[in-house]
T-cell receptor, first 114, second 112 residues
Protein backbone atom coordinates (compact mmCIF):
# COMPACT_ATOMS: atom_id res chain seq x y z
CA UNK A 1 0.00 0.00 0.00
CA UNK A 2 1.78 3.14 -1.25
CA UNK A 3 -0.18 5.72 0.77
CA UNK A 4 0.90 9.22 -0.31
CA UNK A 5 3.48 9.49 -3.08
CA UNK A 6 5.31 12.71 -3.90
CA UNK A 7 7.55 13.40 -6.86
CA UNK A 8 10.27 14.48 -7.24
CA UNK A 9 12.19 13.87 -4.00
CA UNK A 10 14.80 16.52 -4.77
CA UNK A 11 14.88 19.48 -7.16
CA UNK A 12 17.14 22.42 -7.83
CA UNK A 13 15.68 25.36 -9.72
CA UNK A 14 17.06 28.63 -10.94
CA UNK A 15 15.25 31.80 -9.92
CA UNK A 16 12.37 32.40 -12.29
CA UNK A 17 11.98 28.82 -13.42
CA UNK A 18 8.68 27.02 -13.00
CA UNK A 19 7.90 23.53 -11.83
CA UNK A 20 5.08 21.33 -10.57
CA UNK A 21 5.27 19.09 -7.53
CA UNK A 22 3.11 16.01 -7.92
CA UNK A 23 1.20 14.23 -5.18
CA UNK A 24 -1.02 11.16 -5.39
CA UNK A 25 -2.80 9.11 -2.73
CA UNK A 26 -4.36 5.68 -3.03
CA UNK A 27 -6.51 5.71 0.12
CA UNK A 28 -9.64 7.22 -1.46
CA UNK A 29 -9.25 10.27 0.78
CA UNK A 30 -11.32 13.39 0.28
CA UNK A 31 -8.96 16.00 1.75
CA UNK A 32 -5.46 16.78 0.52
CA UNK A 33 -2.90 19.31 1.72
CA UNK A 34 0.37 20.97 0.77
CA UNK A 35 2.74 22.16 3.51
CA UNK A 36 6.19 23.63 3.58
CA UNK A 37 8.63 23.05 6.41
CA UNK A 38 11.26 25.65 7.25
CA UNK A 39 13.58 25.79 10.26
CA UNK A 40 11.82 27.31 13.27
CA UNK A 41 8.57 27.71 11.34
CA UNK A 42 7.06 24.27 11.66
CA UNK A 43 4.69 23.00 8.99
CA UNK A 44 2.90 25.85 7.28
CA UNK A 45 -0.16 25.18 5.17
CA UNK A 46 0.13 26.44 1.60
CA UNK A 47 -3.12 25.21 0.04
CA UNK A 48 -5.61 22.50 0.79
CA UNK A 49 -8.48 20.75 -0.91
CA UNK A 50 -11.37 19.52 1.20
CA UNK A 51 -12.84 17.56 -1.69
CA UNK A 52 -12.39 16.94 -5.39
CA UNK A 53 -13.02 20.15 -7.29
CA UNK A 54 -12.37 22.54 -4.38
CA UNK A 55 -9.20 24.27 -3.24
CA UNK A 56 -8.57 26.85 -0.51
CA UNK A 57 -5.67 29.00 0.55
CA UNK A 58 -3.72 28.19 3.66
CA UNK A 59 -1.34 30.40 5.63
CA UNK A 60 1.30 30.98 2.93
CA UNK A 61 -0.28 30.70 -0.56
CA UNK A 62 1.58 33.53 -2.33
CA UNK A 63 3.73 32.34 -5.22
CA UNK A 64 1.94 29.00 -5.52
CA UNK A 65 -0.98 27.52 -7.41
CA UNK A 66 -2.66 24.15 -6.97
CA UNK A 67 -4.80 21.79 -8.98
CA UNK A 68 -6.98 19.01 -7.61
CA UNK A 69 -6.86 17.02 -10.80
CA UNK A 70 -9.09 14.24 -9.48
CA UNK A 71 -9.71 12.58 -6.14
CA UNK A 72 -6.25 10.96 -6.14
CA UNK A 73 -4.01 13.80 -7.28
CA UNK A 74 -3.20 17.25 -5.92
CA UNK A 75 -0.38 19.17 -7.59
CA UNK A 76 1.48 22.28 -6.44
CA UNK A 77 2.91 24.67 -9.04
CA UNK A 78 5.57 27.32 -8.67
CA UNK A 79 5.18 29.64 -11.64
CA UNK A 80 8.33 31.71 -11.06
CA UNK A 81 10.53 30.23 -8.36
CA UNK A 82 12.20 32.51 -5.83
CA UNK A 83 14.98 31.75 -3.31
CA UNK A 84 12.42 32.27 -0.52
CA UNK A 85 10.65 29.15 -1.78
CA UNK A 86 13.63 26.99 -0.89
CA UNK A 87 12.06 24.54 1.53
CA UNK A 88 10.92 20.99 2.13
CA UNK A 89 7.42 20.43 0.79
CA UNK A 90 5.04 17.82 2.15
CA UNK A 91 1.80 16.58 0.71
CA UNK A 92 -0.78 14.95 2.98
CA UNK A 93 -4.22 13.42 2.72
CA UNK A 94 -7.00 12.54 5.12
CA UNK A 95 -10.43 11.00 4.88
CA UNK A 96 -12.06 14.38 5.53
CA UNK A 97 -15.79 15.08 5.76
CA UNK A 98 -15.52 15.18 9.52
CA UNK A 99 -14.06 11.70 9.74
CA UNK A 100 -12.04 11.15 12.86
CA UNK A 101 -8.89 9.93 11.18
CA UNK A 102 -5.39 11.28 10.92
CA UNK A 103 -3.67 12.76 7.89
CA UNK A 104 -1.01 10.71 6.14
CA UNK A 105 2.09 12.37 4.75
CA UNK A 106 4.35 11.78 1.80
CA UNK A 107 8.12 11.59 2.14
CA UNK A 108 8.67 15.19 1.12
CA UNK A 109 10.28 17.13 -1.73
CA UNK A 110 13.44 19.07 -0.97
CA UNK A 111 13.46 22.11 -3.24
CA UNK A 112 16.38 24.50 -3.60
CA UNK A 113 16.02 27.70 -5.60
CA UNK A 114 19.31 29.33 -6.54
CA UNK B 1 -1.55 34.56 12.82
CA UNK B 2 -0.21 31.39 14.41
CA UNK B 3 -3.30 29.57 15.64
CA UNK B 4 -1.37 26.61 17.04
CA UNK B 5 1.76 27.34 19.06
CA UNK B 6 4.50 25.24 20.56
CA UNK B 7 6.57 27.59 22.66
CA UNK B 8 9.42 25.21 23.44
CA UNK B 9 11.64 24.64 20.40
CA UNK B 10 13.56 21.89 22.18
CA UNK B 11 13.41 19.59 25.18
CA UNK B 12 15.93 17.14 26.64
CA UNK B 13 14.85 14.31 28.94
CA UNK B 14 16.66 11.44 30.60
CA UNK B 15 15.80 7.98 29.34
CA UNK B 16 13.12 6.40 31.53
CA UNK B 17 11.73 9.73 32.75
CA UNK B 18 8.57 11.48 31.60
CA UNK B 19 8.60 13.79 28.59
CA UNK B 20 5.95 16.51 28.52
CA UNK B 21 5.39 18.46 25.33
CA UNK B 22 3.04 21.42 25.33
CA UNK B 23 0.85 23.11 22.76
CA UNK B 24 -1.45 26.13 22.89
CA UNK B 25 -4.12 27.18 20.44
CA UNK B 26 -6.22 30.27 19.87
CA UNK B 27 -9.13 29.05 17.75
CA UNK B 28 -12.02 27.75 19.85
CA UNK B 29 -13.58 26.22 16.73
CA UNK B 30 -11.06 23.39 16.51
CA UNK B 31 -12.80 20.01 16.70
CA UNK B 32 -9.91 17.62 16.90
CA UNK B 33 -6.26 17.68 17.95
CA UNK B 34 -3.42 15.46 16.84
CA UNK B 35 0.23 14.85 17.63
CA UNK B 36 2.73 13.89 14.95
CA UNK B 37 6.29 12.68 15.20
CA UNK B 38 8.91 13.45 12.58
CA UNK B 39 12.33 11.94 11.98
CA UNK B 40 14.87 13.67 9.69
CA UNK B 41 14.29 13.16 5.94
CA UNK B 42 10.93 11.53 6.54
CA UNK B 43 7.34 12.73 6.46
CA UNK B 44 5.51 13.27 9.76
CA UNK B 45 3.73 10.22 11.17
CA UNK B 46 0.64 10.22 13.32
CA UNK B 47 1.08 9.48 17.00
CA UNK B 48 -2.11 10.12 18.98
CA UNK B 49 -5.20 12.31 18.84
CA UNK B 50 -8.02 13.66 20.97
CA UNK B 51 -11.48 14.95 20.27
CA UNK B 52 -12.43 18.39 21.58
CA UNK B 53 -15.17 16.76 23.67
CA UNK B 54 -12.66 14.72 25.69
CA UNK B 55 -9.95 15.71 28.13
CA UNK B 56 -7.67 12.68 27.96
CA UNK B 57 -6.67 9.95 25.57
CA UNK B 58 -4.13 7.26 26.29
CA UNK B 59 -2.30 4.86 23.99
CA UNK B 60 0.46 2.82 25.56
CA UNK B 61 3.27 5.12 26.66
CA UNK B 62 1.56 8.16 25.13
CA UNK B 63 -1.16 10.25 26.75
CA UNK B 64 -2.64 13.46 25.45
CA UNK B 65 -4.42 15.88 27.77
CA UNK B 66 -6.75 18.64 26.62
CA UNK B 67 -7.72 21.67 28.69
CA UNK B 68 -10.30 23.51 26.62
CA UNK B 69 -10.77 26.39 29.01
CA UNK B 70 -7.04 27.15 28.81
CA UNK B 71 -6.83 26.23 25.10
CA UNK B 72 -3.92 24.00 25.95
CA UNK B 73 -2.96 20.42 25.21
CA UNK B 74 0.00 18.35 26.24
CA UNK B 75 1.60 15.08 25.24
CA UNK B 76 3.09 12.87 27.95
CA UNK B 77 5.52 10.11 27.08
CA UNK B 78 6.41 7.73 29.87
CA UNK B 79 8.84 6.12 30.11
CA UNK B 80 10.87 8.00 27.51
CA UNK B 81 13.03 5.89 25.23
CA UNK B 82 15.94 6.80 22.90
CA UNK B 83 13.75 6.06 19.87
CA UNK B 84 11.43 8.87 20.97
CA UNK B 85 14.05 11.42 19.95
CA UNK B 86 12.38 13.32 17.11
CA UNK B 87 10.51 16.53 16.33
CA UNK B 88 6.94 16.53 17.64
CA UNK B 89 4.21 18.62 16.06
CA UNK B 90 0.79 19.29 17.45
CA UNK B 91 -2.00 19.94 14.98
CA UNK B 92 -5.65 20.95 15.06
CA UNK B 93 -8.49 20.63 12.61
CA UNK B 94 -11.79 22.39 12.10
CA UNK B 95 -14.23 19.91 10.57
CA UNK B 96 -16.20 22.79 9.11
CA UNK B 97 -13.54 23.51 6.49
CA UNK B 98 -11.18 20.53 6.95
CA UNK B 99 -8.26 22.90 7.46
CA UNK B 100 -5.45 21.10 9.32
CA UNK B 101 -3.11 23.53 11.10
CA UNK B 102 0.25 22.61 12.63
CA UNK B 103 2.39 24.12 15.34
CA UNK B 104 6.08 24.98 14.99
CA UNK B 105 7.32 21.76 16.54
CA UNK B 106 9.42 20.73 19.56
CA UNK B 107 12.64 18.78 19.13
CA UNK B 108 12.75 16.09 21.82
CA UNK B 109 16.10 14.55 22.70
CA UNK B 110 16.18 11.53 25.00
CA UNK B 111 19.48 11.25 26.83
CA UNK B 112 20.61 7.64 27.46
Amino acid sequence: NAGVTQTPKFQVLKTGQSMTLQCAQDMNHNSMYWYRQDPGMGLRLIYYSASEGTTDKGEVPNGYNVSRLNKREFSLRLESAAPSQTSVYFCASSAGEGSVTEAFFGQGTRLTVV
Amino acid sequence: DQQVKQNSPSLSVQEGRISILNCDYTNSMFDYFLWYKKYPAEGPTFLISISSIKDKNEDGRFTVFLNKSAKHLSLHIVPSQPGDSAVYFCAAINFGNEKLTFGTGTRLTIIP
